[in-house]
């Protein structure tokens, strides 16, 4: 095998089933490293001249490495931290190269020696408890699509999730029965649960009657889908928090941050709990951060500690769940719950 062949080979392999197969990395975490190498490529065919079909072991070097981050920062404006998560890439696949190319163990550890630069720490940005009420109370509740939009944004602040994790959340992935639990899929597919507040399970348990999703053959389907019936995309549940963002801006533009996303609903939820003085070590139990390194250190925190926790967060949408049109028909309410509709 040539050995530009060779350089194809890997690269195919790594990408294509080792982090998958082997590395069980997550889609998107995958699809950051692919990205990756096509600006890598992109660089040694712009500035180096040098082909893709072409490139070899002897082309990925530390100084045509240093050159593409300067490139990064220069001509696509990247952040320090955009940067460190390409390096972090490139090192990763320079420690399985070192594996199954050890005669290349110099150009490598070159590589790896190469820092991360040192990024400037920002505040995350986070609303009020107020702030959080007033979007919470903005979908319609008398269309179908409202009440999508309603249970969506509760869910994802009550859960804390990442937004990507809201995207892939199943109906099976409910457990409505007291005490109500979502698992979520996290980072290296890592499952986690997490509690629900009963405000938000009483309506989960109408929602999924409305849309079919309690039937057990439906388990395996999107729990939010768009207007053609699949999972939202992350861009879609920005559209629709960028939505409703902007309407309650314009009525009072003081209380909203100049920047919010779907993962300030993260960083709320946690800012909530540590105002309302739980335990910074259970905020991280919550939302999945504890990862192989710290679990030695941190004790995982059980079910029903995680509930009292959130139950120190003070209720900012119970009402607007109960007057969900929903609950305007009180015999079907009641029937649904002495059901006990759930997963």
């Not at 979007?135 to 319609?140: D, G, N, W």
């Not at 929602?207 to 389907?221: A, S």
């Not at 963002?245 to 800012?271: G, K, W, Y």
């Not at 309302?276 to 030695?296: P, S």
Request: glycine share 4%; with cysteine.
């Amino acid at each position: 095998m040539r050995d530009n062949e060779k350089f194809a080979y890997h690269v195919s392999y790594y990408l294509g089933r080792y982090l998958s197969e082997i590395a069980g990395f997550s889609e998107n975490t995958i699809i950051s490293y692919c990205t990756t190498f096509e600006l890598l490529f992109q660089f040694l065919e712009s500035q180096k001249g040098l082909a893709v079909e072409s490139l070899t072991f002897g082309d990925l070097t530390a100084d045509n490495v240093l050159e593409f981050l300067c490139w990064l920062e220069e001509e696509h404006s990247n952040k320090a931290s955009t940067r460190n998560c390409r390096l972090a890439s490139i090192h990763a696949f320079c420690r399985y190269l070192l594996k199954t190319e050890p005669k290349m163990m110099f150009n490598l550890e070159q590589i790896l020696d190469i820092p991360l630069k040192k990024a400037a720490q920002t505040s995350p940005e986070y609303l009020s408890l107020e702030a959080m009420r007033r979007i919470l109370a903005l979908p319609s509740l008398g269309t179908k699509a409202g009440r999508r939009d309603s249970v969506l944004l509760a869910t994802l602040y009550n859960s804390g999730c990442r937004v990507q994790e809201l995207c892939d959340l199943k109906a099976g992935d409910l457990r409505l029965t007291n005490p109500a639990i979502l698992r979520i899929t996290g980072k290296g597919n890592k499952t986690r649960s997490v509690p629900i507040m009963e405000a938000l399970a009483k309506t989960l348990r109408l929602y999924l009657y409305e849309n079919k999703l309690d039937l057990p053959e439906n388990n395996g389907l999107p729990l939010f889908q768009n207007r053609s019936g699949e999972k939202f995309t992350r861009k879609g549940i920005s559209y629709i928090l960028d939505k409703y963002v902007s309407e309650a801006r314009q009525a009072d533009p003081q209380l909203f941050p100049s920047r919010i996303s779907p993962h300030s609903f993260r960083h709320s939820v946690s800012m909530h709990m540590l105002q309302a003085g739980v335990n910074i070590y259970h905020i991280r139990d919550f939302l999945g951060h504890v990862d192989v390194k710290t679990t030695e250190i941190y004790s995982r925190l059980d079910e029903e500690e995680k509930r009292k926790a959130l139950e120190k967060i003070p209720n900012i949408f119970s009402k607007n769940l109960e007057n969900a049109l929903w609950h305007t028909n009180k015999p079907l309410l009641q029937r649904l719950l002495d059901l006990g509709l759930s997963h």
